[in-house]
């Protein structure tokens, strides 16, 4: 499932912002493996950052359970990364948000409004009541 998510996201990126993958800038929102809790062994969000970095993208990540990666054997990239803040402005500078994890404490339909693009694998957007103009489903 990641690699399908990570085709989705090169090609949202290239037909509508007409951007490659290689040197884009991706929010992932969601590191645990379920929403709600900071448990994140065995989530997919691991497999997505290093594959889209492998395709040259540059990824952030925020998660209100996760603000540290702690050590992993299978993601050594990854472990000691820090959540980045919830912050608007930084949102809306990067090419597109990916929600991995669908957590309580994140506002999808303001997400929605400065984010660029968004990837939902969660469909929490259209549940959310959010506009849907920016978001693509996967």
């Known amino acids: 499932m990641p690699e399908h998510v990570v085709r989705v996201t090169a090609n949202a990126l290239s037909l509508k912002q007409k951007r490659a993958l290689n040197g884009s800038r ?5 590191m645990s ?12 969000s691991f ?8 395709k040259g993208a540059n990824v952030d990540f925020y998660d209100p359970h996760v603000p540290l990666v702690g050590k ?3 993601h ?9 803040p919830w912050d608007f402005d930084k949102i809306a500078e990067c090419d597109l948000v990916l929600i ?11 997400l929605a409004r400065h984010a660029q693009m968004i990837v939902d694998t969660r469909s ?9 103009s920016n978001v693509i489903l996967a």
């Open 47 to 54: 497999a997505l950052i290093e594959l889209l970095e492998a």
């Open 100 to 110: 991995s994890t669908d957590h309580d404490q994140v506002d999808y339909c303001a």
């Open 124 to 132: 929490v957007c259209a549940r959310a009541g959010a506009d849907l």
């Open 76 to 84: 050594p990239n990854v472990e000691s990364r820090a959540s980045v």
């Open 26 to 30: 991706v929010l992932l929102v969601g």
């Open 72 to 74: 992993t054997r299978e």
């Open 33 to 44: 493996y379920k929403k709600n809790v900071d448990d994140t062994r065995e989530s997919p």
